[in-house]
């Protein structure tokens, strides 16, 4: 099942994508009410489906309980994406993980808003080491250090974070950029809805906040088989190997990292994030 489809220099599973549903993305005509929640993988993309899909459904829990997450918020890129793209009381949530210098002209021909989460890339490491043992479209990731160091060389499938990060972040005069990290929603999920509610124009009642706040949280996310990842058949994802909503914690990199693999981490980070204006609201310590 492991096929890669390479694409304008980065690997992708070619189990979900093709040439052909790569092209169509890059080239797909964007409405100025469409949404889209751009991400580097394990970033916190599906806690960004999920509070999209509360905050447009006024805190009505029945879709995110009912319609699986890549249902409500399909991945653009993917080929299950023209039978799943949804009309939502008029705007169109999307997904992608592509990197900007291939999505971003299709983007610009419209006033589509961009939703962009990032989270520590230490974490996301971590997180995407995990991942690649329980989904079985992504290769063997063989041992966490020789993962890391293809993740700091960019060579991972979805290409670099660092790419991906400054890549958008450099979009920001060009679109219309919410920019996020996972540890902002960790720290305060209620601040950051209000925020993107007042982005996307929705005006948010207590009683939305308060409803969002209880189903956004890990614990109710990990129940939720609508957004969880457990309807995934076993020849897709093993469920033996652990579970898509594995800890939700940030930090746990500290875990993970040797000293010799932080200060290896710590090098590449600060060579490459050297001009980036970003706000990093992580520890790498
Ligand atoms: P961990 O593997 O560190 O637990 P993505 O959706 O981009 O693939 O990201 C998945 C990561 O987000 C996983 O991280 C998952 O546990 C975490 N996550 C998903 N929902 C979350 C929530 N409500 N609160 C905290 N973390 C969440």
Redesign the pocket.
């Known amino acids: 099942m492991e096929v890669t489809e390479t694409f304008a220099g980065i690997s992708l599973p070619g189990h979900l994508h093709t040439k052909e549903s790569l092209h169509f993305a890059t080239t797909f005509p964007f409405r100025d009410s469409d949404v889209l929640i751009v991400?580097?993988?394990?970033?916190?993309?599906?806690?960004?489906?999920?509070i999209l899909t509360l905050l447009y459904s006024a805190g009505d829990v029945r879709p995110a309980k009912t319609i699986p997450n890549w249902v409500r918020a399909p991945w653009l890129e993917q080929i299950y994406f023209k039978d799943t793209l949804q009309d939502t009381a008029g705007h169109r949530l999307i997904t992608t993980h592509l990197p900007a210098r291939v999505l971003a002209p299709a983007l610009q021909q419209s006033k589509a808003k961009v939703i962009y989460?990032a989270?520590n890339p230490k974490?996301v490491a971590?997180?995407f080491y995990?991942?690649h043992r329980l989904a079985k479209f992504l290769p063997d990731p063989g041992s966490f250090d020789a993962f890391l160091l293809q993740f700091l060389e960019g060579t991972v499938q979805y290409g670099s974070w660092f790419e991906h990060v400054k890549g958008w972040l450099g979009q920001r005069q060009a679109l219309d950029i919410f920019y996020v990290t996972?540890e902002e929603?960790?720290q305060d999920?209620r601040g950051a809805a209000e925020h993107l509610g007042t982005f996307l124009g929705l005006p948010l009642g207590p009683e939305t906040l308060d409803s969002l706040e209880r189903h956004?949280?890990?614990a109710?996310?990990?129940d939720n088989a609508m957004?969880n990842y457990s309807l995934i058949p076993c020849e897709i994802m093993d469920h033996s190997q652990g579970?898509?909503?594995?800890?939700?914690?940030v930090g746990?990199w500290r875990q993970h990292f040797s000293p010799r693999q932080n200060a290896l981490f710590d090098r590449v980070y600060q060579r490459e994030m050297r001009d980036a204006a970003l706000r990093a609201p992580w520890s790498m310590a």
């Open positions: 991400t580097y993988p394990k970033s916190g993309t599906t806690w960004m489906q999920e989460v989270r974490d971590v997180s995990h991942f996972y929603l960790h999920l956004c949280s890990f109710a996310m990990r957004a579970r898509f909503m594995r800890k939700g914690v746990d």
